[in-house]
């Protein structure tokens, strides 16, 4: 096991070399006083720590950008949270918010301190109060979970980063085994309550060892504070077909399934920077079908869900935990202001009963909700397949754009043609009845935009991974410049009018 960093020796890791400054003051003294024996175990911490507290704060640079840090130091007591530690957190998190400063958490702690009982246990209220307002006032709030970090603090203030990764080989959970097995007279099962099994679990984001901090938190930083540093305008691409496209739907259909055509994770990949993928719905559930990241096409950043095609097979349709995934991203472009780009790329969500009794319906239309009320600027992209409720679920936007070979339908056509005909060999004429080819979508009034792509497999894509990238560049900017009010208002009124 790779040795464990002291807060100030994780913080001279973190942050630009020498730039750290402390905001720490004299702890101060919990109302009451304290006996004896506590005061002799305060000073003992202090001598083993070498720190006056659980806690320590302040701010640093990192990659030239203010950040303020606070970070628990294990050796004072297992980092445990009383009254001056909380204090000392919740004057540096109000400090951070009035002075605009995003903030990187780094706590390792047994969770409340015993000694001081019932009013150290409750101060994680006013601490979980202190990063909300935080959060509310559009800062980031960045976790990194260090070894070990369990009780109160991993139940609070350690659970609610925008962004949050642990350390390698970290001990992570709410219940520390010590305790499980005093209480209960046996051990708890190994391998739980670990970082790499939280992230398998979609509970956390990631597993990083600490040197990877510093360039980590500033790719993340370079995004997430994005909505306060907007962009230059840039030129508007030639990205539309040149041509007619006087193809069938069912062509357009036909090509969109080539399994050899691009998808959202050849668009990250190959047409966006700051790439960091997030994991999960951060409460215990992840689904392969919906890839959720931060990223920047060009200088715009944006929030990106992306319904991943190459993992919705057979085996594993689109369920309800994907779109409580995208909830979370959805959640993070609001509190952040940063904008939303919704990938579509789906044969439709699973039929199961698994997806019926994990309230798939509910989940579809709780996304469509969230989306029509969303104050961050949003695009969406018809990139392949747009079948059912998986498309949706994430189509309502302020512009939305479709690639040459997109298409968008209530039902596969097989689906349309069971229905109508009882068969699916009229599937050919019900896509071409119900006008769904990129083309007529936008001849309708659905779709603002239609993005040129190769119609022949053989082609190289890489051209239209370049266009679909500079006109979201191109787009997201035009949106972010764009006040709240009209595009709230154009929003609703573009499927208020829809058909009529």
């Not at 309550?193 to 901090?213: F, K, T, W, Y």
């Not at 369920?319 to 939303?340: H, I, N, Q, T, V």
Request: proline residues 6%.
């Amino acid at each position: 096991m790779a040795k464990r960093l002291s807060a100030r020796e994780l913080i001279e890791r973190v942050v630009d070399a020498g730039s750290f400054s402390s905001w720490d003051t004299t702890p101060l003294v919990p109302a009451g006083g304290i006996g004896e024996s506590y005061e002799a175990e305060l000073a003992a911490a202090r001598e083993k720590s070498g720190v006056d507290e659980a806690v320590i704060t302040g701010e640093g640079l990192i990659h030239g950008r203010r950040v303020a840090i606070v970070a628990c130091e294990f050796r004072f007591l297992a980092g445990s949270i009383g009254v001056a530690a909380a204090h000392r957190l919740v004057e540096a998190l109000e400090r951070a918010t009035l002075e605009g400063l995003p903030v990187l958490a780094g706590p390792s702690s047994g969770g409340t301190r015993m000694q001081e009982g019932t009013v150290a246990f409750l101060s994680m209220v006013k601490i979980t109060a202190a990063v909300v307002a935080h959060k509310a006032a559009g800062l980031p709030f960045l976790v990194y979970l260090r070894h070990p970090t369990t009780g109160g603090v991993f139940a609070s203030w350690g659970s609610l980063g925008h962004v949050t990764v642990a350390e390698p080989d970290s001990l992570i959970g709410f219940l520390g085994p010590r305790v499980f097995e005093q209480i209960y007279d046996r051990e708890f099962p190994a391998g739980v309550q670990s970082g790499e099994n939280l992230q398998r679990h979609g509970i956390i984001d990631a597993v990083l060892g600490p040197d990877r901090i510093h360039d980590t938190v500033a790719r993340v930083l370079d995004v997430l504070m994005g909505a306060r540093e907007i962009p230059e305008r840039v030129p508007d691409p030639d990205s539309r077909p040149s041509d007619v496209d006087e193809r069938s739907a069912w062509d357009v259909i036909t090509a969109s399934r080539r399994p050899e055509r691009p998808g959202v994770r050849d668009l990250l990949r190959h047409g966006a920077t700051h790439v960091l993928p997030l994991r999960g719905t951060g409460q215990g559930e992840k689904d392969p079908g919906l890839l959720l990241a931060i990223a920047k096409f060009g200088t715009a950043p944006c929030i990106v869900l992306g319904q991943d095609r190459y993992r919705q097979d057979s085996r594993e349709p689109m369920g309800p935990a994907a779109l409580r995934e995208a909830r979370r991203g959805m959640r993070l472009s609001e509190e952040l202001g940063l904008p939303l780009v919704t990938i579509i790329d789906t044969p439709g969500a699973a039929l199961s009963k698994e997806a019926e009794e994990g309230g798939l319906a509910g989940e579809i239309a709780r996304s469509l909700a969230d989306l029509i009320a969303l104050k961050s600027p949003s695009v969406s992209v018809i990139m392949g397949e747009g079948s059912g409720g998986g498309a949706l679920a994430l189509i309502p936007a302020d512009r939305v754009l479709s690639a040459q070979n997109g298409w968008l339908s209530p039902l596969p056509p097989e689906g349309a043609s069971a229905i109508v005909h009882r068969d699916t060999d009229h599937a050919p004429e019900m896509a071409q009845a119900q006008r769904v080819q990129s083309a007529q979508l936008m001849a309708g009034g659905i779709v603002d935009r239609v993005i040129a792509e190769p119609v022949d497999a053989s082609d190289d894509p890489s051209s239209f991974i370049a266009e679909l990238s500079a006109t979201l560049e191109h787009e997201i900017i035009e949106l972010m410049r764009t006040p709240a009010y009209l595009r709230e208002g154009a929003r609703v009124a573009r499927y208020r009018k829809l058909g009529l």
